[in-house]
């Protein structure tokens, strides 16, 4: 644990009164104008969010996963617009640098990427590699004491305004597959480097995609993460794994939200003479979505101890994405049900949330990777007895 109990739970008091207080109250506007505001994000920079699980000698705040579980199921009640704005930065965008950079890497990024005066993007997948991360075809071919990378990235969460990009690109093209690919850090700026316009997307407004572009892309091979070619692929599977956790977690506080508002309006509104969560129909939903969350929080938290502890995760990390990536999906349809006509009306927030949580299932791995990935190590664990 990073934080005594004291300061922890001080932690998650701010953020829980940010969110509650101050967050809730701006998501249409976030939705609407599919932007989050200047001030907010200036105040999430201040509290430190940006940082949140960057170690403290870095300037973050250095939480351990469990720590980042219990400030992520906080954050998860409101809009995750909000949480996209330093997502990558706690997240996919300095994962890599923190788990496999050198340390001269470590320092001239981290303290950059804890304060929030850049973001970091993570861009892996492209045109035609998804799921099939290993195929991938943007190539880094070493010329002198640079890299010139060529290939595109696609639907690159935060690349509008990111400062830096964990890029994978593939420095040996003669190997197919996970072993050709290397993962670079990328200067915004670099000489043909280019970010396409802004995607329009189902929900999530106020959080941005984008196409990257490398044409002739120098980058200096200082840069290369590790300074050892070929361990990109594995850089990302680490990312990833750690990453699905967090994902589990963010499902079930949306979950706890959608449920908190399924509560509130079965309790108010009224048919046949009483309000409807006195009916055994409508209260079967809020309790089978009630369970289900309780499931959620219950393995985002095991998962997240065992990670502290030193264990390998991969089935569990994305056990944690599959389930609870689905589950927010049941209670988000669930909480239409409730709502009945209200739950399809945009005029509730219901009706946004089921949106959003669509993508929790597609991105950082679909729930059919997550499948793959539980059954492939299950398998090899039994093989190796
Ligand atoms: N941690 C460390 N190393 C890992 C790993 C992990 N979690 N998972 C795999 N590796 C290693 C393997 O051990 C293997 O190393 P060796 O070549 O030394 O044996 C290497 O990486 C390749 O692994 P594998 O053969 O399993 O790769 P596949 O190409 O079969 O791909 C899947 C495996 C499908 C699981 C992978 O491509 C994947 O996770 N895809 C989804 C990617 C994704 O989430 N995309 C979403 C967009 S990114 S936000």
């Known amino acids: 644990m990073a934080l005594d109990s004291d300061t922890l ?44 699980s960057i170690p403290e000698e870095y300037g973050g705040i250095g939480l351990s996963m469990t720590e980042e579980v219990l400030a992520v199921l906080e954050l998860g009640w409101t809009s995750p617009a909000f949480r996209s704005v330093f997502g990558t930065n706690v997240g996919i965008g ?17 303290p950059r990427l804890a304060s929030g005066e850049i973001i970091a993007s993570f861009a ?30 696609r639907y690159i969460t935060n690349a509008p305004h990111a400062g830096i990009f964990t890029v994978m690109a593939r420095t040996d093209p003669e190997t197919p597959g996970a072993r050709g690919v290397s993962a670079f850090i990328v200067e915004r700026d670099s000489p043909g480097l280019s970010v396409g316009t802004p995607d329009k997307k189902m929900g999530q407004q106020g959080a941005h995609t984008a196409d990257v572009i490398f044409e002739d892309c120098r980058v200096p091979a ?54 409807i969560g006195e009916f055994q129909l409508i209260q079967a939903m809020l309790a089978d979505s009630r369970t289900e969350a309780y499931a959620g929080r219950t393995m985002v938290l095991d998962a997240a101890r065992r990670f502290d502890g030193g264990e390998n995760i991969a ?32 005029e509730y927030p219901i009706e946004r949330f089921y949106r959003d949580v669509r993508l929790l299932r597609i991105y950082e791995g679909t729930s059919q990777i997550q499948q793959i990935v539980i059954a492939r190590n299950m398998l090899r664990d039994a093989a190796n007895g």
Request: aromatic share 6%.
């Open 222 to 275: 200082e840069n290369l993460i590790g300074g050892v070619e070929g361990q990109g692929f594995k850089t990302a599977m680490k990312v990833l794994d750690r990453g699905r956790i967090h994902m589990g977690a963010i499902a079930t506080g949306m979950a706890e939200r959608l449920i908190d508002e399924s509560v509130r309006y079965a309790s108010e509104r009224q048919q046949f003479g009483k309000p």
């Open 315 to 346: 089935i569990e990390a994305a056990c944690c994405k599959l389930y609870c990536t689905e589950m927010v999906g049941r209670v988000a349809d669930r909480a239409v049900q409730i709502f009945g006509g209200a739950g399809y009306m945009a």
């Open 124 to 153: 892996l997948t492209e045109p035609e590699a998804g799921s099939d991360a290993g195929s991938l075809r943007t190539t880094a071919i070493r010329d002198g004491d640079h890299y010139v990378l060529n290939g595109s990235k």
């Open 94 to 110: 300095s994962q890599g640098i923190v788990i496999d950079g050198t340390d001269e890497q470590k320092q001239s990024w981290l």
């Open 9 to 52: 739970e001080q932690l998650l008091d701010t953020i829980r009164r940010l969110v509650r207080d101050r967050l809730v109250p701006l998501e249409a506007e976030v939705s609407a104008n599919d932007a989050v505001p200047a001030d907010v994000i200036a105040e999430m920079r201040e509290l430190g969010f940006f940082g949140l």
